[in-house]
């Protein structure tokens, strides 16, 4: 019973930190306290009760989603709050045992789970701007000179806008010495939304809205990653 609560509240953790991701992009910390607080006095309810839950593997499991979760922050792959996400996580639900997969720590099943979701972005882009290519778009106009291998990459991250792009999106590109050029950057946390018209852009992915389809992936269905190991080893043996 205290299993099937503690994944309803992370579950509600992550759908209304993804609402506000999409909404503002901002989520008050607030919430984190709240859902924290909610998942250390379910462990504290285990023991009163005499659950003997393995405080340990919760141990690990917090430290886990703690380094890996800031150390991605660090690296500006991600925000502060998918960092805190992370963490309030393993407080809730630090452990999961159903469905296939690699190994019981949550937050890291959730993690691999959204990265791979993620992957389906680059997917739709490549496809969109394929379509536009074969439709005779000039979406290479003034970048002309960059190599393909920049053009393939700019593709499958991003793509041309036409006019405003939103109000969500970096410019992925900028001018050097009077040439336009692709711009790679990974320290996108610390950078502004653009405003420009007609340049190439990112979107500011919404990491918390595909770590919550990822969270929904990993109760109904387990680990992404196992599965793909698996059919790898099925196809290979």
Known sequence: MLLEIRLTLCGAMFIISAYFDLKSREIDDKLWWIFGALGLTLTVTELFLGYSPNLLFYLI?????????????????????????LLVCALLAPLFHRNLILHPFTPLIVLVNSAILTLSLAIYYGISNLIRILRGEKIFEGLEHEPLHKKALACLLGFKAKGRAGPFYFQMEKEEEGKRRFDFSLLRAYEEFTTKEGVWVTPGIPLLAFMAAGYVVTVVFGDLLAYILKALVKLVV
């Open 61 to 85: 499991s917090t430290v886990l989603a703690a380094g890996v979760g800031f150390a991605l922050y660090y690296l500006g792959f991600y925000g502060g709050a998918d960092a805190k996400a």
